[in-house]
Structures are given as structure tokens and as C-alpha cells.
Nanobody
């Protein structure tokens, strides 16, 4: 059983930065791509960023491209999401997820394990 635990969320002013972390249990972390998704109140969960199993490939939603950076440390079983130039519309619960394969994906259907989420609130 894989467990994912996010941390690093909080309240920040517009233009500020936060760094989310997602720690994974298990020995197979490095074999799979990882993803970040978010869900705002009343909205569907949406893709934010994904990173391949070795970290060589990353892919971002257009809404965060140039502001967010996804990375991973396989030795620590941890994936990160550095969020800069935050906007009020970035306010959401952020979830990390483990993909079913080593390659990246922006579809929730391609992820089988999810964390509990961490709240990010950006004030204007």
C-alpha cells in the first residue's frame, strides 16, 4: 500500500511563494511518474503539473506554466511543487498523486494513489 502525505500549504499574499512537498511510502516511488492536481470549491479537480519517473520530463497546465516548478528527489521518496507569483485564482486544495506508469500524464484516470491534500489560499 502506498501512502502520500502532502505538506507546505498555507495562506500567502498574491505574488508570494510556497513550496509543497509530497512524501511517499514504499520502495517503488522511483518507478512511477508523479503528479500534482488541485481542486477549488465548487470546481472539478484539475491538473497542475507532472514529472516522469526519473524527473527528466515535466509538463504543466497552461495556467501555471512559468510560475510553478515540479521536481522530485527519488532518494527521499519526495516530490515537490515550487509555486511562485501566486494569484488568488491559485487558491485550492492541492493533491499529489502517483501515476500508474513511469511516463507523465495530465489525466486523473492515469493515477492510482492520492494524498489527502493540502490547502493553499492566496489573498489579494
Amino acid at each position: 500500500q502506498v501512502q502520500l502525505v502532502e505538506s507546505g500549504g498555507g495562506l500567502v499574499q498574491a505574488g508570494g511563494s510556497l513550496r509543497l512537498s509530497c512524501a511517499a511510502s514504499g520502495r517503488t516511488f522511483s518507478m512511477y511518474a508523479m503528479g500534482w492536481f488541485r481542486q477549488a470549491p465548487g470546481k472539478e479537480r484539475e491538473f497542475v503539473a507532472t514529472i516522469s519517473w526519473r524527473g527528466g520530463t515535466t509538463y504543466y497546465a497552461d495556467s501555471v506554466k512559468g510560475r510553478f516548478t515540479v521536481s522530485r528527489d527519488n532518494a527521499k521518496n519526495t516530490v515537490y511543487l515550487q509555486m511562485n507569483s501566486l494569484k488568488p485564482e491559485d487558491t485550492a486544495v492541492y493533491y499529489c498523486a502517483r501515476a500508474k506508469a513511469p511516463s507523465t500524464s495530465d489525466s486523473t484516470n492515469d493515477y492510482d494513489y492520492w494524498g489527502q491534500g493540502t490547502q493553499v489560499t492566496v489573498s489579494s
